[in-house]
Antibody, heavy 123, light 107 residues
Framework: QVHLVESGGGVVQPGGSLRLSCTTSGFSFSTYRMHWVRQAPGRGLEWVGLIASDGSNQYYADSVKGRFTMSRDNSKNTLSLQMSRLRPEDTAVYYC????????????????WGQGTQVTVSS | SYEVTQPVSISVALGQTATITCGGD??????VHWYQQRPGQAPVLVIY???LRPSGIPERFSASNWGNTATLTISRAQADDEADYYC??????????FGGGTKLTVL
């Protein structure tokens, strides 16, 4: 069975940093693109970024570009999100999620999701 | 940037058919995916590539995508279908885009 478990969320002051992790199992991690998606309180889903299967490329939403960095360790089946210069509007539940397809982006959706970790940016 | 539009909320009587739309410029040329999100839970992929169902998703869930509108249809609506539904697509200029979500109420 596929499992994704996020950790590292918490309360941080504006301008601070936080590192989220996602531990995965049950699938060939090194084969798939991975994503982070977030959901602010009472709001919809917002894609945050993706990382290629081998970690060679990352793409980010404009709202986090230059502040967030994704990485992965294919030897440990883990995904990370380093968040810096955090803003109150970054407050959200952050989900780690697996791309369904190994083909071009968009061919498949996101077929497995973790339960999310809460990040709160507040003074 | 590419934008998609969903109705904020719809309601359906128990056992009837619910239709949720996702509008966007020539959206029919893109692959559209749909998610169900129950309160307090992570999203679940219910439709991918316009009309395909992942294993374990009931046949009551179907979808289509043509022109400027993608549509998710839930037949014989059950109380358990009450949730938020999101469309999603990849756009080469905007990357991954989610619709704003539609809250489905089953009466």
């Amino acid at each position: 069975q596929v499992h994704l478990v996020e950790s590292g969320g918490g309360v941080v002051q504006p301008g601070g940093s936080l590192r989220l992790s996602c531990t995965t199992s049950g699938f060939s991690f090194s084969t798939y693109r991975m994503h982070w998606v977030r959901q602010a309180p009472g709001r919809g889903l917002e894609w945050v970024g993706l990382i290629a299967s081998d970690g060679s490329n990352q793409y980010y939403a404009d709202s986090v570009k230059g502040r967030f960095t994704m990485s992965r360790d294919n030897s440990k089946n883990t995904l990370s999100l380093q968040m810096s210069r955090l803003r109150p509007e970054d407050t959200a539940v952050y989900y780690c999620t697996k791309d369904q397809s190994i083909a071009e982006s968009g061919e498949g959706g996101f077929d497995y999701w973790g339960q999310g970790t809460q990040v709160t940016v507040s003074s | 940037s590419y934008e998609v539009t969903q109705p904020v909320s719809i309601s359906v009587a128990l056992g009837q058919t619910a239709t949720i739309t996702c509008g966007g410029d020539s959206i029919g040329l893109k692959n559209v995916h749909w998610y169900q999100q129950r309160p307090g839970q992570a999203p679940v992929l219910v439709i991918y590539r316009d009309s395909l169902r992942p294993s374990g998703i009931p046949e009551r869930f179907s979808a289509s995508n043509w022109g400027n509108t993608a549509t998710l249809t839930i037949s014989r609506a059950q109380a358990d279908d009450e949730a938020d539904y999101y469309c999603q697509l990849w756009d080469s200029a905007s990357a991954w885009v989610f619709g704003g979500g539609t809250k489905l109420t089953v009466l």
